[in-house]
């Protein structure tokens, strides 16, 4: 079947601007999680979706970031007021039921570039 | 907090075998994962291992897990040209919900 998809697979924009990044995890995944991966780094944790639910969004840097996912399926993660800072690959990824023995799929990724 | 250390690169020549390490610090730990990352492609799930275990071994993959000294190592077997890629150690996080990557090691196959 199909795996984790992201849409755009890359993104430029300028300083300041608003983007969404989005995911479409594997069909009936309930568990659904968003990392950061810049240059050189492993991903670092963002946000953990159980269903439509934020269970965990311990790892958002700060309020600029807004993830959600509202029919438990398709996550819009939101990046408010953009910075260079920002520019990373933001990683989707998606487990059955978000046991820890699952295995996590990850999606390719959103190139993000911010100018 | 829970990190994980990683060497950055590792050079090998084809059909050597290649060892990489990791260190992790959360003991409770249960489950310690090696995921691969080749360019333009996502992160691939290669093994893992639970922390009761020493040992795992999958094919060409052998995991090795020393609990006392939180020491996490993966030996790939007669490595080839197509082993060629980042390697992330992880562990989950004490919540649970999210897996705390480290840096990655660099593996280039030489032939």
């Known amino acids: 079947g199909a795996g984790v998809s992201q849409t755009p697979s890359n993104k430029v924009t300028e300083k300041g601007k608003y983007v969404e990044l989005r995911c479409d995890p594997i069909?009936?995944?309930?568990?659904l999680y968003w990392y950061r991966q810049s240059l050189g780094q492993g991903p670092e944790f963002l946000i953990y979706?159980?269903?439509?639910?934020?269970?965990?969004d311990s790892g958002l840097p700060n309020d600029r970031f807004f993830a959600v996912r509202p029919e438990g399926s398709v996550s819009t993660l939101k990046i408010q007021r953009t910075e260079r800072g920002d520019s990373a690959v933001y990683l989707c990824?998606?487990?059955?039921?978000?046991?820890?023995?699952?295995?996590?799929?990850f999606g390719p990724g959103t190139r993000l570039l911010v100018l | 907090g829970e990190d994980v250390e990683q060497s950055l690169f590792l050079s090998v020549r084809e059909g050597d075998s290649s060892v990489i390490n990791c260190t992790y610090t959360?003991?409770?730990?249960?489950?310690l994962y090696w995921y691969k990352q080749e360019p333009g492609a996502g992160l691939q799930l290669l093994t893992y291992?639970?922390?009761?275990?020493d040992m795992k071994q999958d094919q060409r993959l052998t995991v090795l897990l020393n609990k006392k000294d939180k020491h996490l190592s993966l030996r790939i077997a007669d490595t080839q040209t197509g082993d060629s890629a980042i390697y992330f150690c992880?562990?989950?996080?004490?919540?649970?919900?999210?897996?705390?990557f480290g840096k990655g090691t660099t593996l280039s196959v030489s032939s």
């Open positions: 992880a562990e989950r996080n004490q919540a649970g919900t999210a897996l705390i």
């Open positions: 990824a998606s487990s059955p039921v978000g046991l820890v023995l699952e295995t996590q799929y």
């Open positions: 979706f159980q269903g439509t639910g934020a269970a965990d």
């Open positions: 069909s009936g995944h309930t568990a």
């Open positions: 959360d003991s409770s730990s249960t489950y």
């Open positions: 291992i639970f922390s009761n275990m």
